[in-house]
């Protein structure tokens, strides 16, 4: 495997990003679907950056849950913002990493040269979601379909019983392990020793971080106010996860989700189901000074990585930083923020325990010594996914944004994402601002 790939190609910028305010699934967004809600987050995008639409090569969104309706997501959102019909566009799944792979899909684009402008992101509406009809309910209705005559229609569904009737709804599950995330999480909290107490200290960090964020402006720029289609009456302003006044005694108070008798993990503690879309545009370095945009910041390196997923499932994220920070000559020290999607307080802080360990460095790494501890000011300082939401989709498009306006804020330099995800998965993103 290639360990220690240098970037190659030319070196890619990110000109603008944004997001839709992030809400608690079944709330203000209930009737849109992930197409409206990125329609709504490239439109505004575009505007605000006064893109023409004939500059842009390609668009590449993503969605974890797939629509039937709209199965290339970003081919839709060209043709119903009535883009140029010339963008192409492709969707793209990596599970909670989707919107870091829709931009390193369209970074690599731009860097191999082969675009010189692109607009990469990702929508959720978990409000949305397929409901499945039983296997011999499915049968039925693909034999009526063809079926010539109402007898021969008919005849297709002698044998149904009420229970094949009943709608399913898709599982966060793990088709592997048969486990929920939730229960996965549950599963890393009890291997790696996590207790109740740091991860609800954790969950109510994330949501002071984040209330703080609010209440100081730091959101302003990079969260737009979204009319609620088709009516309008309704504006979204703000998330509408974050507990403003929450105390840690409350927390305490909630009972565990996934392991009812045993476990730690609780509403309070993990990110919520959540709707909402977030998006990027991405410049060849060259392309964007020619236009006159000054730049958020540049890719300056990236990896992904995979576990077994019935190890610890959420626990990929330190081989992928590893990878990430090999391939860009750093060490963990050297950046200056980290933005790590959180889960769920669980998976953070066995993330975290795994980045401080010696054993798990020399142990699974192959590194003699651990990445190292990152300092609690360095770490999402506006907060995360427990407290803003995950709309899977959206969750890397709204890191990117969130950790380049925060190094602009304190005015440094160099920021590390880490996004773990289903399947054993985790993506790690180093940007850097000039
Ligand atoms: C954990 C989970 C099951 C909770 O769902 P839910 O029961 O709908 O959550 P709610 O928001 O209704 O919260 C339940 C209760 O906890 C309370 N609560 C939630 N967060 C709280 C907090 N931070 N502080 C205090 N109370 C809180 C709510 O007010 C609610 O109280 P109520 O029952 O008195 O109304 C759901 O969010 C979930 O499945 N999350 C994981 C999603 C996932 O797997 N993501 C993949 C990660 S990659």
């Not at 039925?140 to 009737?165: C, E, M, Q, W, Y």
């Not at 999480?185 to 991860?199: F, H, L, S, V």
């Not at 964020?213 to 302003?220: I, K, N």
Request: one cysteine or more.
């Amino acid at each position: 495997m290639a360990e220690n790939r240098k970037a190659i190609g030319r070196r890619v910028a990110i000109v603008a990003g944004l997001r839709t305010p992030f809400c608690k699934s079944g709330t203000a967004y209930r009737d849109l679907t992930a197409l409206e809600l990125g329609k709504a987050v490239v439109a505004e995008l575009l505007a605000r950056t006064e893109l023409p639409g004939n500059q842009i090569d390609e668009l590449v969104f993503g969605t974890v849950v797939p629509s039937i309706a709209a199965t290339n997501v970003a081919r839709e959102i060209v043709l119903g913002l009535n883009l140029p019909k010339e963008v192409e566009a492709h969707s793209v799944s990596r599970a909670c990493a989707t919107s870091i792979q829709s931009l390193t899909a369209a970074a690599d684009s731009i860097a191999l040269g082969r675009a010189d402008v692109a607009i990469a992101g990702g929508a959720e509406s978990l409000s949305d979601i397929p409901i499945h009809v039983s296997k011999p309910l499915a049968r039925a209705l693909a034999a009526a379909s063809r079926a010539k005559t109402l007898t021969a229609k008919l005849d297709g569904f002698r044998g149904i019983k009420p229970n094949d009737v009943v709608p399913v709804a898709p599982a966060l599950a793990e088709p592997t392990t048969g486990l929920t995330m939730g229960e996965s999480a549950e599963k890393m909290a009890k291997e790696n020793g996590i207790p109740r107490e740091a991860q609800d200290a954790f969950g109510h960090r994330s949501h002071s971080r984040a209330a703080r964020a609010w209440a100081e402006g730091r959101f302003a720029g990079e969260v737009m106010r979204l009319p609620v289609p088709p009516r309008f009456s309704e504006t979204v302003a703000e998330d509408n996860i974050v507990r403003k006044e929450g105390t840690l005694a409350a927390y305490a108070a909630l009972p565990p989700v996934f392991d009812r008798r045993y476990g730690t993990i609780t509403a309070g503690n993990s990110s919520p189901l959540t709707d909402g879309a977030a998006a990027v545009v991405l410049m060849a370095e060259e392309k964007a000074k020619a236009m006159g945009y000054a730049p958020l910041g540049y890719v300056k390196g990236f990896a992904y990585a995979a576990v077994d997923p019935g190890w610890q499932l959420l626990q990929a994220p330190p081989f992928a930083v590893n990878r990430a920070l090999e391939r860009t000559g750093l060490s963990l020290a050297d950046v200056d923020l980290v933005e790590m999607h959180e889960a769920f307080a669980a998976q953070v802080l066995s993330n975290l325990q795994a980045f401080a360990s010696k054993r798990f460095a020399q142990e699974r790494l192959g590194r003699s010594e651990p990445l190292g501890e990152i300092p609690d000011e360095k770490l999402n300082p506006n907060g995360g996914s427990i407290a803003i939401g995950h709309p899977f989709g959206a969750t890397g498009a709204r890191l990117v944004t969130q950790a380049l306006r925060e190094l602009a804020r304190s005015g440094k330099g160099l920021a590390l994402l880490s996004v773990c995800a289903a399947g054993g998965m985790a993506a790690a993103l180093v940007l850097e601002r000039e």
